[in-house]
T-cell receptor, first 112, second 114 residues
Framework: KNEVEQSPQNLTAQEGEFITINCSYS?????LHWLQQHPGGGIVSLFM???GKKKHGRLIATINIQEKHSSLHITASHPRDSAVYIC??????????????FGKGTLLTVNP | DGGITQSPKYLFRKEGQNVTLSCEQN?????MYWYRQDPGQGLRLIYY???????QKGDIAEGYSVSREKKESFPLTVTSAQKNPTAFYLC?????????????FGSGTRLTVV
């Protein structure tokens, strides 16, 4: 079982819809990252969370440390939001607390 | 604007040849990382460097080598010993490898072995 699981793997939405992408992890963490990868391949960091909730524009990220779960929400989705969204965690396990463990990503397609 | 520059964007290599991927940052970050991305898999860490002249193996270091002679530069060499080098390679940096900082990523290099 992967340490970081994302769902769904693929998501298609109509413009304007509210979107939720989920991330579950199985290890203790010090931080969780949400990243966005566009078709060209470059990655942009969206959020880094250790507790609670963060908001930036139409994007909202939440984390529940007790349940080992995070969600990324996109309000009023737009075709330009189409990308792969990647969840990554920084484990607190000894010997691996310097690195990120990545989920496989969620491919979001927003149709006009 | 500060950022990470990876070059080239596309690279073709013949089997048995070594090839070097460039990664340069002007963010004054201490830590730099190389990741490999394969279809259907999460990014995997190849090497990371916390300071100049020091670097550590990640999860999949076999067949790769790196150097960190300058703070700004962290080139990755894919050697002929890497059995399956065709992949997308991403370079990243942040202020410190051992504390929680956000990451900046490059735009990647797609390597194809022909």
């Amino acid at each position: 079982k992967n340490e970081v699981e994302q769902s769904p793997q693929n998501l298609t939405a109509q413009e304007g819809e509210f979107i939720t992408i989920n991330c579950s992890y199985s290890v203790g963490i010090s931080a969780l990252h949400w990243l966005q990868q566009h078709p060209g391949g470059g990655i942009v960091s969206l959020f880094m969370l250790s507790s609670g909730k963060k908001k930036h524009g139409r994007l909202i990220a939440t984390i529940n440390i007790q349940e080992k779960h995070s969600s990324l929400h996109i309000t009023a989705s737009h075709p330009r939001d189409s990308a792969v969204y990647i969840c990554a965690v920084r484990s607190t396990s000894g010997g691996s607390n310097y690195k990120l463990t990545f989920g496989k990503g969620t491919l979001l397609t927003v149709n006009p | 604007d500060g950022g990470i520059t990876q070059s080239p964007k596309y690279l073709f290599r013949k089997e048995g040849q070594n090839v070097t991927l460039s990664c340069e940052q002007n963010l004054n970050h201490d830590a730099m990382y190389w990741y490999r991305q394969d279809p259907g898999q999460g990014l995997r860490l190849i090497y990371y460097s916390q300071i100049v002249n020091d670097f550590q193996k990640g999860d999949i270091a076999e067949g790769y080598s790196v150097s960190r002679e300058k703070k700004e530069s962290f080139p990755l060499t894919v050697t002929s010993a890497q059995k399956n080098p065709t992949a997308f390679y991403l370079c990243a940096s942040n202020q410190d490898a051992y504390f929680n900082y956000g990451y900046t990523f490059g735009s990647g290099t797609r390597l194809t072995v022909v």
